[in-house]
């Protein structure tokens, strides 16, 4: 591909971003030209169920920090420096504040494949090779409730949610990987969201 570049990166760099994600991969005997492919920014839609308007603060493990002054929304994020922390908050409810973890993105294995190991470094040091999910939910429960009633509402209202959400995602993840028993893992990951959920029977 043309004449060759060299890229330095700072050791400390590299070691601190991409350590843990080339312990999970392998690569050898690769040659060509690296290029980041999934870029250092994604957009995060925060979701409040039941609530608008809620003001929610997003922060990384590093500096990074990001706000969203009305939810629901989206808000662009800088990757790399995960866990990511969520927390909202909104009069008449409790603050509520929820951690994401990032995966590593599925396009960077192309780039890993395409560019060799030096492609996949550069992208872990940069940020580009991991994600944050797409959308991340935050329940925000009244401070009071009218009623015994009402509140029972809330939580079966929530746990519903966090178990159509769970089965849907591993169905998705399942099916992707070709895996087996798709329907059963499905059913499995929402009993296990059921009954992360108290206040509610499963």
Same mark, same amino acid.
């Given at each position: 591909?043309? &004449? ?6 700072? @050791? ?22 690296g290029? !980041? !492919? ?5 957009? =995060?839609?925060?979701?409040? *169920?039941? =609530?608008?308007? +809620?003001? /929610? ?12 002054? $009305? ?5 662009? =994020?800088?990757?790399?420096?995960? *866990?990511?922390?969520?927390? /909202? ?5 409790? *603050?509520? +504040?929820?951690? !994401?973890?990032?995966?590593? +993105? ?8 395409? &560019? ?6 550069v992208?872990a ?7 944050y999910?797409?959308?991340?939910? !935050?329940?925000? @429960?009244?401070?009071? $409730? *009218? ?13 519903d $949610? ?6 849907a #995602?591993?169905?998705?993840? /399942? ?12 059913? #499995? ?12 029977? /499963?």
């Amino acid at each position: 591909m043309g &004449g060759k570049s060299v890229m330095v990166v700072s @050791k400390e760099t590299v070691m601190s971003k991409s350590t843990r994600l080339l312990s999970i991969v392998a690569v050898a005997g690769l040659s060509g030209c690296g290029s !980041v !492919v999934s870029g250092t920014t994604q957009p =995060v839609f925060v979701e409040t *169920p039941k =609530v608008s308007g +809620a003001i /929610c603060k997003l922060s990384d493990s590093k500096s990074g920090r990001w706000s969203l002054d $009305f939810s629901p929304g989206t808000v662009t =994020v800088q990757k790399g420096d995960g *866990p990511m922390t969520v927390a /909202c908050e909104k009069g008449g409810h409790e *603050p509520t +504040a929820v951690t !994401v973890e990032e995966t590593i +993105a599925g396009v960077t294995f192309g780039n890993i494949l395409i &560019g060799g190991g030096i492609g996949f470094i550069v992208d872990a040091a940069s940020g580009a090779a991991q994600r944050y999910p797409d959308k991340v939910v !935050v329940w925000l @429960k009244p401070e009071s $409730f *009218p009623d015994a009633l009402a509140e029972q509402g809330w939580h079966k209202d929530k746990r519903d $949610f966090e178990m159509a959400a769970a089965a849907a #995602e591993t169905l998705k993840a /399942c099916q992707q990987a070709n895996g087996e028993h798709c329907e059963a893992k499905a059913k #499995e990951a929402a009993a296990l969201a059921c009954k992360a959920n108290r206040g509610t029977a /499963c």
